[in-house]
């Protein structure tokens, strides 16, 4: 199956054409694929070199002058490096960009830590006004990459990775999907964690949402299912533990509840290892979701 960054370079060419708004900012990173298009976009396709920095001040300009830009990047290279960028060259002159990255927490365990970035979208949440989609399937990363171009000067990220479920949902890029109800507690699968989730799930009776859009949060979707559920939460999420534990509990705050928020761990892993080694290091595998779920809702086996 194609990855959603397979998927990305073909459908921002389509909306570079068709879109004069629309303009591509890059590092190096991702220039091979847009060669066609810079080709035809001269002035609307700008390979900045390896000055991340840059990257993003210069998105900021173009978003000055009416572009939308869409920047792209390696997650470290989009957001950690350039934080100060975002923060004031997007945020404080109040301009938008939608940033596109590319490794996720660690799709490229090989390159070792330079390459990885599970505290994103926490790093973001420090900043007013972001929007983060966490698509799950390529499908839906186009759908979100689709909505966020067209999302007149909003702050958008979209975090690509190649971990992906084996089937798309539809995405509005707002609500969380109910996948399935249960009554002993609800948990909310972000992304492509989805299908560990429902490996972990299966027999047990619990709710599982599915979000691929985690800011703003879904409340509402939180709420209702909880009415049902129970008050019992755990978050899945394919970056930095606990990362939305403080969206929850704010989604909560009137109702007596407990939260486990799982995700990759702060501990750095120094063997490169593989993806699924990864995965089963920070207990996001389908086995260890069951033993931790389990524990935490003490919810017995449907039977």
Not at 154 to 183: I, W
Not at 222 to 239: H, K, S
Request: hydrophobic share 45%; with cysteine; proline share 5%.
């Amino acid at each position: 199956m194609e990855t959603m960054r397979d998927r990305f370079a073909p459908v921002l060419t389509q909306l570079l054409d068709e879109d004069p708004r629309v303009a591509v900012v890059l590092a190096e990173i991702g220039k091979d694929a847009f060669t066609e298009a810079q080709h035809r976009h001269p002035d609307r396709v700008i390979n900045v070199g390896i000055r991340e920095q840059l990257l993003v001040g210069a998105a900021a300009g173009l978003a000055l002058t009416g572009l939308r830009p869409v920047v792209h990047s390696f997650a470290p290279f989009l957001v950690e490096r350039p934080f100060e960028q975002l923060k004031l060259d997007l945020g404080h002159q109040d301009v938008g960009a939608v940033l596109v990255s590319a490794g996720a927490s660690f799709d490229r365990p090989t390159d070792g830590q330079t390459h990885m970035a599970p505290g994103d979208v926490a790093l973001l949440d420090t900043l007013d006004g972001w929007t983060v989609h966490v698509p799950g399937h390529p499908d839906e990363a186009e759908a979100l990459l689709r909505r966020a171009v067209a999302a007149g000067d909003d702050k958008v990220y979209v975090r690509l990775s190649a971990l992906a479920n084996r089937q798309a949902h539809e995405v509005d890029g707002q609500r969380f999907t109910t996948v399935r109800e249960g009554r002993a507690g609800v948990v909310v699968a972000v992304g492509p964690a989805l299908d560990a989730v429902l490996a972990a799930a299966e027999g047990l009776d619990v709710t599982v949402l599915y979000a691929t859009t985690v800011r703003p949060f879904d409340a509402v979707a939180l709420r209702r299912a909880t009415g049902t559920a129970g008050t019992d939460v755990v978050l899945v999420e394919p970056c930095l533990a606990g990362t939305s534990t403080a969206a929850v509990n704010e989604a909560l705050a009137e109702l007596p509840h407990r939260v486990l928020g799982l995700g990759v761990g702060r501990r750095e892993l120094r063997r490169y290892g593989t993806v699924e080694e990864h995965t089963a290091a920070h207990g996001l595998d389908a086995a260890s979701l069951r033993e931790r779920i389990s524990a935490f809702v003490a919810v017995p086996a449907r039977g």
